[in-house]
T-cell receptor
Framework: GQQLNQSPQSMFIQEGEDVSMNCTSS?????WLWYKQDPGEGPVLLIA?????ELTSNGRLTAQFGITRKDSFLNISASIPSDVGIYFC???????????FGEGTQLTVNP | DAGVTQSPTHLIKTRGQHVTLRCSPI?????VSWYQQVLGQGPQFIFQ???????GRGNFPDRFSARQFPNYSSELNVNALLLGDSALYLC??????????FGPGTRLTVT
């Protein structure tokens, strides 16, 4: 099935460093969401974006809805060990419809 | 408030058997969606139900079926199981907003 292009696939960083990841699509989405998934658990919603150009923060996390509506970015500042996990972007074409997910970014934080 | 709950947590089945997975949404949420997540990939949309009616179906064979009950809980049924059906099955619930909240998933292993 169709998936969004998410990069990088994996990241290995030192505690305290900032992290950036992005998600691109060939088609437009009207809502972008970012999730974090720990091993053996379901994805947990981090941030939801509803308007092109929107910049939203949740603690050390900041996400942006691209102007073209075909991309989104997630930044994590001052990473800590508990940030370890897989981060997924998800796009939604119309309100309340199915989510299309990226392939995920595996984040490893070295203490 | 309780989040999305799913049962069972883990399940082992043999090829050719059928399986029923269950999901209870967050209280007040009327929409339930099902996703399949194969190891190393992002979740893939299977079904969405709203107010007991199917609102969307992903690219899955007819062996997959689902329903939603008057209390908004939902079941996903898979018949004639194949080895390739081994995956984490995720249920997500949502209210009127676009934000979907996921349960912990059911890990299905087909041998």
């Amino acid at each position: 099935g169709q998936q969004l292009n998410q990069s990088p696939q994996s990241m290995f960083i030192q505690e305290g460093e900032d992290v950036s990841m992005n998600c691109t699509s060939s088609s437009i989405f009207n809502t972008w969401l970012w999730y974090k998934q720990d091993p053996g658990e379901g994805p947990v919603l981090l941030i939801a974006l509803y308007k092109a150009g929107e910049l939203t923060s949740n603690g050390r996390l900041t996400a942006q809805f691209g102007i073209t509506r075909k991309d989104s970015f997630l930044n994590i500042s001052a990473s800590i060990p508990s940030d370890v996990g897989i981060y997924f972007c998800a796009g939604q074409r119309t309100s309340g419809s199915r989510l299309t997910f990226g392939e995920g970014t595996q984040l490893t934080v070295n203490p | 408030d309780a989040g999305v709950t799913q049962s069972p947590t883990h399940l082992i089945k043999t090829r050719g058997q059928h399986v029923t997975l269950r999901c209870s949404p967050i209280s007040g949420h009327k929409s339930v969606s099902w996703y399949q997540q194969v190891l190393g990939q992002g979740p893939q949309f299977i079904f969405q139900y709203y107010e007991k009616e199917e609102r969307g179906r992903g690219n899955f064979p007819d062996r997959f079926s689902a329903r939603q009950f008057p209390n908004y809980s939902s079941e996903l049924n898979v018949n004639a199981l194949l080895l390739g059906d081994s995956a984490l099955y995720l249920c997500a619930s949502s209210s009127k907003s676009d934000e979907q909240y996921f349960g912990p998933g059911t890990r299905l292993t087909v041998t």
